[in-house]
């Protein structure tokens, strides 16, 4: 007899649920000095993360959110931007070098993420790049995007995606040498930034895994099929200066809130045993 890796069946270890209820928006802060943590740790403002990361991410890090389409990362990314400035008055800035930024904040609108206002009070700005336009963002030295990011004195970035980056160079040796171009530019910046891609191993990838190497975190959405359904769990991989939670933990969508995590439940597998 043996154990058959290829047969799971996830379960959620039981825990006790609060009724999801509209969350109340908190007028908008001008200063972000109570955010900040005595270790120089950021709340993210998304419900549960800060628990599997030892208290918030570090300031002007850079963290890498990966999974596959449909997990979830630009509502993370979004979430991550919303509740930045309207529950802690850090302005933030979005670049989409895939999606228009016009239709991401469209559907944003149904987690509650209204983004015009903060607009109108230089809390939010978005950046689009086509992709045969990405190469201009080393090439330039951030241009607009330092000029926007100075501009409302942004304090949070969000790159969506990464992808279509690294795609773009012939070799893996140009890929590589962009990618650390790049990460110099984040760092110079100094905005907590959260950046999504595709899968940790995935073919797109192939021309740029060092970008898990680069990033202080990289944080992994799951969304694997079990029969006729699908099933979401986050994983934290990394978290430099962080003792972070190795499990993984469910979480779910939830209308008026976007991403819930719960860090007091545990996703399992059951492995079904067949004959060799």
Not at 13 to 32: F, M, V
Not at 92 to 115: C, Q, R, T, Y
């Amino acid at each position: 007899m043996a154990v058959a890796a290829g047969k799971i069946r996830p379960s959620i270890q039981p825990a006790r649920r609060q009724e999801p209820t509209a969350p109340k928006s908190p007028p908008l802060q001008q200063e972000s000095a109570g955010n900040l943590a005595s270790d120089g740790k950021i709340a993210t403002g998304i419900n549960g993360l800060d628990e599997l990361v030892g208290g918030g991410l570090e300031q002007s890090s850079t963290t890498l959110v990966m999974g596959e389409a449909g997990c979830g990362k630009t509502t993370f990314l979004a979430q991550f931007l919303y509740n930045g400035a309207v529950q802690y008055g850090e302005p933030g800035v979005l670049l989409s070098f895939e999606e228009p930024s016009e239709s991401i904040l469209k559907h944003m609108k149904a987690f509650g993420f209204d983004f015009e206002p903060l607009i109108e009070e230089n809390l939010f700005a978005a950046i689009n790049y086509r992709p045969h336009e990405v190469k201009k963002l080393v090439d330039e030295g951030g241009g607009l995007i330092w000029d926007t990011i100075s501009s409302i004195g942004a304090k949070r970035l969000a790159i969506d995606s990464l992808t279509s980056y690294a795609m773009l160079f012939e070799s893996l040796y140009r890929a590589r040498e962009a990618e650390l171009m790049l990460f110099e530019l984040l760092r110079k910046w100094g905005c907590t930034t959260l950046l999504s891609a595709e899968g940790l191993y995935t073919d797109k990838l192939k021309m740029a895994t060092g970008m898990e190497y680069l990033s202080d975190g990289v944080i992994h959405l799951h969304h694997p099929r079990y029969q006729a359904s699908r099933y979401r769990a986050i994983e934290i991989i990394k978290m430099r200066g962080s003792r972070h939670s190795e499990k993984l933990c469910p979480f779910e969508f939830v209308e008026g809130e976007g991403l819930r995590i719960y860090p007091g439940e545990t996703v399992f597998y059951d492995l079904k045993k067949r004959d060799e």
